[in-house]
């Protein structure tokens, strides 16, 4: 049985990988209707919000709490980053992400289950 600290952490995750997503999906959007840039101007950022995404997606399903949390972590590290270089476009998508990758990573005890 899940308890509710667990559940409170699955739901953070998921929090941050939808808007991680969403704002990966819509700077996908912009970036094509700008209709000027080349696929290798925007992949590198692309793949790092990518990256972001996993990591939170995969801080959601891992059971282990201390793989979870290094998961989510790692997240907030990646999301965090990219949201600051990226403030007056989509940053601020990916810095919701990244503060709720943190709360992911926060409401995790430090023990296996």
């Known amino acids: ?16 990988s939808a808007l991680a997503g969403a704002t ?13 840039n080349s696929f290798w101007d925007v992949f590198p950022w692309v793949m790092l919000m990518l990256i972001g995404t996993g ?4 801080s959601a ?4 709490s201390r ?14 980053i990219i949201g600051l270089v990226s403030i007056f476009s989509v940053g601020i998508g990916l810095l919701l992400a990244a503060v709720a990758a943190g709360l992911a990573a926060g409401g995790q005890k430090p023990s296996a289950n």
Request: proline letters at 0%; aromatic letters at 8%.
């Open 1 to 16: 049985m899940a308890t509710l600290a667990a559940m409170a952490h699955r739901g953070w995750a998921w929090v941050s």
């Open 24 to 36: 990966t999906v819509v700077y996908l959007a912009v970036v094509a209707s700008e209709g000027n």
């Open 55 to 58: 990591l939170a997606v995969t």
């Open 61 to 64: 399903l891992v059971r282990d």
């Open 67 to 80: 793989v979870s949390r290094a998961f989510a972590l790692a997240g907030v590290v990646i999301l965090g």
